[in-house]
């Protein structure tokens, strides 16, 4: 149960739409979620007498056939409650098995071997008086339904999908200005740490940063200037990065970015990201001219948490949901989110995030806080304190007053080779 995100929120289309039968419900799929699911399992809320879409949860999909029926009930229960709070208990639910087949498999395979989870999934929701009208699984580019038994419409091998952007959903959503940002799989892989070789020189840059930052971080009264040594360094990669225009595709875009900043670079930030109060004043860029090219860095940073170092990713990971989701990408938002998640699932500031986005909450609130800090740092009378608003292209006027966060020391073993040279252990402070 390691990919999580979820959303309670329904689509602008889906009251534009109506879709009927197997065909275009699972053309419809991509549209409900943003992105196109891999390795998942999603459930969608059906509601009313015609069936309106609404809440709906995705998670990967356990590997062990032991867990199927256990994590199905917690997926029915997360549904149906989920739905409840919000006022209104499901009429149904739509279930969605999404699998590639794997070597020597077929599509059809990998229906047959899953159809044990999809009716683990259908009796959970029927224990809880919610009936499952359609359960499908979409594999390679074929579907199956797992309740129509009418080999006319839905043969053993399954039907083809429609072509991409061909569907009645598919129109509804270009009009309505909805976009589907490529699979699951692609979106994390923007966020994956770098693979070998390119990692040997970024780790050691990370072990030496260590080495001289994890010490001024723990002694504490050098620890307000590391904070502000780690947001002027993040303020020039912006910089650097708002004069670059984005490569068109996202593999040169993001390849694009890595070359725009150094090892060095990299490391000082990721090191004074951990600490909580560095990490909540660079929250505070989530807006604005700049916000896009704030995304880039974070996810760039999230790709240089290699090694030892991968659980450092949550810090650069969480900002980079936060810009998401407060720049209106939910879909980019929960999956960060959710990789912060599932490299440290206690992660104070991912959890909330995670949690507002899904339950559908108005980001605007949080903007609002970040921007009243903000404010009460900046000196009385500058431009940045009139409007309220700054930019990480812009020094602060004035540094926080409040003393810092309590340090939090690193529990990965995998940190020894920092701690030897730094000769003090390592510091995340980032919950």
């Not at 419809?28 to 699911?37: D, I, T």
């Not at 996202?250 to 670079?265: K, N, P």
């Amino acid at each position: 149960m390691n990919k999580h995100d979820a959303t309670n929120s329904p689509s602008p289309v889906q009251e534009q739409v109506t879709l009927r039968g197997p065909a275009e419900l699972a053309d419809a799929l991509p549209y409900l979620l943003g992105f196109r699911p891999t390795d998942s399992v999603v459930m969608v809320a059906l509601h009313g007498r015609r069936g309106r879409f609404g809440g709906r949860l995705r998670l990967g999909i356990p590997r062990s056939p032991e867990e199927w029926q256990p994590v199905a009930d917690q997926l029915a229960e997360g549904l149906v409650s989920g739905s409840e709070r919000r006022g209104r208990r499901p009429e149904g639910v739509i279930v969605f098995l999404c699998q590639d087949p794997s070597a020597g498999e077929t599509p059809a395979d990998v229906m047959e071997r899953l159809r044990p989870f999809a009716q683990h999934l259908r009796t959970a929701c029927g224990a809880r008086d919610v009936p499952v009208p359609e359960a499908l699984c979409i594999s390679d580019g074929r579907f199956f339904s797992y309740c129509c038994p009418d080999a006319r419409c839905c043969p053993a091998d399954g039907n083809p999908m429609a072509l991409p952007g061909t569907s009645v959903m598919a129109a509804a959503a270009a009009y309505a200005g909805i976009q589907v940002r490529g699979s699951l799989q692609e979106m994390e892989a923007r966020l994956a740490p770098w693979q070998q070789p390119r990692t040997e020189a970024q780790e050691r840059a990370l072990d030496e940063a260590a080495g001289v930052l994890v010490p001024r971080i723990l002694a504490g009264t050098d620890r307000d200037r590391v904070g502000q040594e780690t947001l002027d360094v993040a303020r020039r990669l912006v910089r650097r990065i708002q004069r670059t225009p984005q490569a068109p595709g996202w593999a040169e875009a993001d390849s694009a970015d890595d070359e725009l900043i150094t090892d060095d670079e990299a490391a000082s930030v990721l090191l004074g990201l951990q600490d909580r109060t560095t990490r909540d004043r660079a929250a505070e860029w989530m807006e604005g001219p700049a916000a896009g090219s704030v995304l880039r860095l974070w996810r760039a940073l999230s790709r240089r948490c290699v090694g030892p170092y991968a659980e450092y990713g949550a810090a650069p990971l969480t900002l980079a949901g936060w810009v998401a989701w407060s720049t209106g990408d939910e879909p980019s938002a929960r999956v960060a989110l959710g990789r912060a998640l599932a490299l440290d699932p206690e992660y104070v500031f991912a959890r909330l995030l995670h949690q507002a986005c899904n339950e559908g909450l108005d980001p605007e609130t949080l903007r609002h806080c970040l921007r009243r800090e903000r404010s009460s740092r900046v000196a009385p009378g500058t431009a940045a304190s009139r409007s309220g608003r700054q930019t990480p292209a812009e020094p602060p006027a004035a540094r926080r007053n409040a003393p810092a966060g309590t340090a939090r020391p690193g529990a990965s073993a995998g940190r020894s080779r920092a701690r030897r040279r730094g000769g003090q252990r390592g510091t995340r402070a980032g919950r």
